[in-house]
């Protein structure tokens, strides 16, 4: 990618639906690593970052390529750290350009969509302290993608909420993003706990035969 595209990708007045399109566009590889992402746009923070790191989670058979860089983020962001940082392993993973066209193909019109509703507002849902408790509960959801899951849909959108009301400021998209995230936590825990005491009944009852 020539320095001029680089310098599209990075202005920050452009919307993130504008820099997916364009990346999915115009990358000139056959692969797209989480390096190149995170060189490309690594000005806009830890929202950009969370958000193509997530957005994976919405094809099947490949949400754990990007999980456990999603997890480092979601950990580096509930620490309180001034930029994201992946570690060279990381940073070289990669997406074939078809995935990545097709994951923002697939997400593009619910975001743009999102987009026309953000603005800076409640701004201290969205400050230091807000963003650290965000990082947590990314940090949860992140770990449960590493568990192969048929549907990760109601893991990956809590996460891409957050990711937008981190990258705009929005405080009410903050809110939304937590209770939503809260809710899947909540969800996944109650089903394991189900499955838990089931299975032990199950053997309880084996045993005593």
């Given at each position: 990618?020539?320095?001029?595209?680089?310098?599209?990708?990075?202005?920050?007045?452009?919307?993130?639906?504008?820099?997916?399109?364009?990346?999915?566009?115009?990358?000139?590889g056959e692969?797209i690593?989480?390096?190149?992402?995170?060189?490309?746009?690594?000005d806009?923070?830890?929202?950009?970052l969370?958000?193509?790191l997530?957005?994976?989670?919405?094809?099947?058979?490949?949400?754990s390529?990007?999980?456990?860089p999603?997890?480092?983020?979601?950990?580096?962001?509930?620490?309180?750290?001034p930029?994201?940082?992946?570690?060279r392993?990381?940073a070289d993973?990669?997406?074939?350009?078809?995935?990545?066209?097709?994951?923002?193909?697939?997400?593009?019109?619910?975001?743009?969509?999102?987009?026309?509703?953000?603005?800076?507002?409640?701004?201290?849902l969205?400050?230091?302290?807000?963003?650290?408790?965000?990082?947590l509960v990314?940090?949860?959801?992140?770990?449960?993608?590493l568990i192969?899951?048929?549907?990760?849909a109601?893991?990956?959108?809590?996460?891409?909420?957050?990711?937008?009301?981190?990258?705009?400021?929005d405080?009410?998209?903050?809110?939304?993003?937590?209770?939503?995230?809260?809710?899947?936590l909540?969800?996944?825990?109650?089903?394991?706990?189900?499955?838990?005491?089931?299975?032990?009944?199950?053997?309880?009852?084996?045993?005593?035969?």
């Amino acid at each position: 990618m020539n320095d001029t595209a680089a310098e599209t990708l990075r202005a920050r007045p452009q919307r993130v639906s504008f820099v997916l399109e364009h990346l999915a566009r115009t990358w000139p590889g056959e692969r797209i690593s989480l390096g190149d992402i995170t060189r490309l746009l690594g000005d806009r923070g830890y929202g950009v970052l969370m958000l193509v790191l997530a957005l994976p989670g919405l094809l099947p058979g490949i949400s754990s390529i990007a999980a456990v860089p999603l997890t480092l983020v979601a950990l580096q962001l509930a620490i309180g750290l001034p930029r994201p940082w992946l570690p060279r392993f990381l940073a070289d993973r990669s997406l074939s350009h078809a995935d990545f066209s097709r994951m923002v193909e697939r997400t593009l019109p619910y975001l743009a969509w999102i987009e026309r509703l953000l603005r800076p507002r409640l701004t201290v849902l969205a400050g230091p302290v807000g963003e650290r408790v965000m990082g947590l509960v990314c940090l949860a959801l992140a770990l449960l993608l590493l568990i192969p899951i048929l549907f990760n849909a109601p893991l990956v959108v809590p996460i891409a909420l957050m990711s937008l009301a981190v990258l705009e400021r929005d405080g009410v998209l903050a809110a939304i993003g937590l209770l939503a995230g809260c809710l899947a936590l909540g969800a996944v825990v109650g089903i394991g706990w189900v499955s838990l005491q089931e299975g032990l009944q199950l053997a309880g009852k084996y045993l005593g035969m």
